[in-house]
């Protein structure tokens, strides 16, 4: 257990060291950039926390940055970055490695930890609810403020820790998702089932995550344009804990609910934000998510070229 801030504590004045974050986060943009490898419409969602049925595209690449800030109540405010390498192993696996850092103010910047994600596509075609598993392995420590879901008992308390005393705590994590997704007239609902467990010890701890999307146009313009309203996607989603397997249930728990909305540009990358706005004392106040992602189509033909040569 992390412990919480102390309110009269003094405060941290070592300097933020930002110039690490900023350089890799230029780096990766410009490779992004200048990779002339066509790229693909993202077809997914619009959503940060909650999934979908789709899966990446047999071998291709999504390259994603997502960003949170936050200001919490008693806390400084930070900025969280996630690097995300999407890839389309075959048609129903998805494999997935997440790096994550943040940057507090009046703290420090850190490295907070690695996950490794996969997907599995339990039917092979499209039905009304399309099921699928997700399993994942964290190596995070407990400075870590992504805030990729929420589970158990966690909280703005989470938010308040010093990064020194954060980043001793690791946890190494197994989690597991069931992913209900459907499609109708347009539109996109998913619901997705959380359990996570600390390989180090602990009880079950256990979340939920939900959303609806639509595109604001089913059917594309005649005409090429950037604005066109077939470029964007629109939705909502909602998420929280449901504490443990010892109390499952809703009390001390935290819960947050906003808009998301994607922006495709066509034959570049998409864009993503959404404000989500905590719905109890537990929660932040608001949560701002950005998301840059581009999309390599048959990454993996680059290296059999080369290999054929």
């Not at 103010?105 to 339990?122: A, K, L, P, Y």
């Not at 959404?274 to 537990?282: I, R, V």
């Amino acid at each position: 257990m992390i412990p919480e801030r102390d309110s009269m504590a003094r405060p941290v004045h070592s300097v933020t060291r930002r110039v690490p974050l900023s350089a890799l986060f230029t780096l990766i943009l410009s490779v992004v950039c200048l990779l002339h490898t066509p790229a693909v419409r993202a077809q997914e969602p619009p959503y940060f926390v909650t999934y979908s049925q789709v899966l990446e595209e047999p071998g291709n690449l999504e390259v994603a940055i997502k960003g949170l800030t936050a200001s919490p109540k008693d806390a400084n405010a930070f900025f969280s970055p996630t690097l995300e390498l999407e890839y389309g192993a075959t048609a129903w696996w998805t494999t997935e490695i997440y790096l994550q850092g943040q940057a507090t103010q009046n703290d420090s910047t850190i490295f907070t930890g690695f996950r490794w994600e996969n997907r599995f596509r339990v039917l092979p075609i499209e039905h009304w609810i399309n099921p699928v598993l997700y399993v994942e392995y964290e190596d995070v420590n407990g400075a870590d403020k992504s805030i990729l879901e929420v589970t158990g008992h966690d909280s703005i308390s989470d938010l308040q820790t010093k990064n020194a005393e954060g980043r001793a705590d690791i946890d190494h994590t197994i989690e597991g998702k069931i992913i209900l997704s459907s499609n109708a007239k347009g539109w996109n609902f998913s619901e997705n089932y959380i359990a996570e467990k600390n390989m180090m010890g602990g009880a079950w701890e256990f979340g939920y995550a939900v959303g609806a999307s639509r595109p604001l146009a089913l059917v594309a313009s005649g005409r090429s344009c950037l604005f066109c309203r077939q470029n964007f996607s629109a939705g909502a989603e909602l998420y929280g804990g449901l504490a443990t397997v010892h109390d499952f249930g809703l009390r001390d728990t935290s819960h947050y609910a906003g808009p998301t909305l994607n922006f495709n540009l066509p034959h570049g990358p998409t864009l993503g934000f959404s404000p989500q706005f905590g719905l109890n004392d537990n929660s932040a106040g608001v949560l701002w998510r950005v998301k840059v992602s581009y999309e390599v189509q048959q990454f993996r033909d680059l290296f059999r070229g080369k290999e054929s040569r």
